[in-house]
T-cell receptor
Framework: AQSVTQLDSQVPVFEEAPVELRCNYS??????LFWYVQYPNQGLQLLLK??????LVKSINGFEAEFNKSQTSFHLRKPSVHISDTAEYFC??????????????FGTGTRLQVML | DTGVSQDPRHKITKRGQNVTFRCDPI?????LYWYRQTLGQGPEFLTY????????KSRLLSDRFSAERPKGSFSTLEIQRTEQGDSAMYLC????????????FGSGTRLTVV
């Protein structure tokens, strides 16, 4: 079984400032890692994912996350946030074993509030 | 490709009533998932289908819950004898088999049991 911890329930930050949203996971098997974003009144959207290869993954809108196996972390960062980044961000893990459902285990979410 | 559609968007029901939600996945996606999200929590896995076969159910899915995916297309989630604890956002997602393909989530159905 896997679990995901997002320690920060809310992160307030001023526009154009950098931000880091923390995610730690626990698993007895290898995992794939994901960040999803949920804007108000919308469904969850995949922001980025780590499956294999380079431990640094990037999204098209400037976010990046780095897989750190030794620290079992997958923190999300952005060097300069925009007001439109205000949303709920969820970290999730999935079992890597073949034949599994690829079901996701989510963290409790971090609300990023960007202020002017 | 119109995305994943869920109907209704909102449902208010009295305790003890039955409710049914519908999910229309992306047409070429063979996997369909149901998740439940309560306030302040991340989505929790309920069940998933590969084509028409229901392959896994969470222990969260009590006997009052049933899901179907006839013909491997749309899916329905029914809750019988609703309880106040069933109040939540019910999310549907679809994907192609294989984790390389990310989920596409619908906007969800918000259930309020009064």
């Amino acid at each position: 079984a896997q679990s995901v911890t997002q320690l920060d329930s809310q992160v307030p930050v001023f526009e154009e400032a950098p931000v880091e949203l923390r995610c730690n996971y626990s698993s007895s098997v290898s995992v794939y890692l994901f960040w999803y974003v949920q804007y108000p009144n919308q469904g969850l959207q995949l922001l980025l994912k780590y499956l294999s290869g380079s431990t640094l993954v990037k999204s098209i809108n400037g976010f990046e996350a780095e897989f750190n196996k030794s620290q079992t972390s997958f923190h999300l960062r952005k060097p300069s946030v925009h007001i439109s980044d205000t949303a709920e961000y969820f970290c999730a893990v999935s079992d890597t074993r073949a034949g599994t459902a690829s079901k996701l285990t989510f963290g409790t979410g971090t609300r990023l509030q960007v202020m002017l | 490709d119109t995305g994943v559609s869920q109907d209704p968007r909102h449902k208010i029901t009295k305790r003890g009533q039955n409710v049914t939600f519908r999910c229309d996945p992306i047409s070429e996606h063979n996997r369909l998932y149901w998740y439940r999200q309560t306030l302040g929590q991340g989505p929790e896995f309920l069940t998933y289908f590969q084509n028409e076969a229901q392959l896994e159910k969470s222990r969260l899915l009590s006997d009052r819950f049933s899901a179907e995916r006839p013909k491997g297309s749309f899916s329905t989630l029914e809750i019988q004898r609703t309880e106040q604890g069933d109040s939540a956002m019910y999310l549907c997602a679809s994907s192609l088999a294989g984790v390389n393909y990310g989920y596409t989530f619908g906007s969800g159905t918000r259930l309020t049991v009064v």
